[in-house]
């Protein structure tokens, strides 16, 4: 008897865990080819996800709402000069909605004076003209890009206006690398990711469906 249940215990035991094993909790997609073309050369390191370059923030483990809250990600520059500075910026493109950008940019991270010895390891460390402020896309606007740009200083003083200091959105992040003379990027990156309560609404990363009035992103 003690055999008979003992063998059933078992059974159900392995029922259950074939069960779980079953589902894939995470599935993790790259981005469109139009989203990869901004692609080159820059890593982007998040707890739990790592290297989130190239990629869609997946819905598993609650990692839409954990990036809200997370503080500045790893960014690797391999291709880095140990003798150049560089500049950081990270900006949301799509803001408040990608298809009515109203806002864009977003300015979430603006760093200069960053060595290259250390953007080649992961290091941020420089002038912080913008901190760190982590993705948070409104409810129902959609999927946002996440775009990570790092440019040659070659020893210009940056700095931003007190206009664009008093607001991080609708930045004219082309008429601030035109101030500067700053060119093409030297490496960039994006990833996708939207609001956390969106997920039962899934739609395709490339666009939005979205109300076009939404709350400006934080």
């Not at 402020?133 to 020893?155: C, D, I, K, T, W």
């Not at 994006?190 to 956390?196: K, L, R, S």
Request: net charge neutral; proline share 9%; glycine share 8%.
């Amino acid at each position: 008897m003690r055999l008979a249940v003992a063998a059933l215990l078992l059974g159900l035991t392995m029922v259950a865990t074939g069960d779980e094993g079953d589902k894939d909790p995470c599935v993790y997609e790259a981005l469109t080819d139009n989203d990869a073309v901004l692609c080159k050369g820059l890593k982007v390191f998040y707890p739990e996800l790592g290297n989130l370059g190239c990629m869609v923030v997946p819905e598993c483990n609650n990692y839409r709402q954990k990036i809200t809250y997370w503080t500045e990600p790893i960014v690797k520059f391999p291709g880095a000069l140990d003798g150049a500075t560089y500049i950081l910026v990270m900006v949301d493109p799509d803001a408040p909605s990608r298809s009515s950008p109203k806002a864009r940019f977003w300015r979430h991270w603006l760093v200069t004076d960053i060595k290259g010895a250390d953007v080649k390891k992961g290091k941020i460390q420089g002038q912080e003209l913008s901190p760190y402020q982590p993705p948070s896309p409104p409810a129902q606007s959609g999927f946002h890009r996440y775009q990570f740009f790092v440019y040659l200083q070659e020893g210009k003083t940056i700095s931003l206006l007190p206009k664009e200091n008093k607001t991080r959105g609708s930045w004219n992040m082309d008429r601030f690398l035109s101030r500067f003379h700053l060119g093409e990027p030297e490496a960039s990156t994006q990833f996708v990711t939207q609001n956390y309560q969106d997920t039962l609404h899934h739609q395709a990363p490339g666009g939005s469906s979205e109300p076009k009035d939404k709350p400006e992103p934080r």
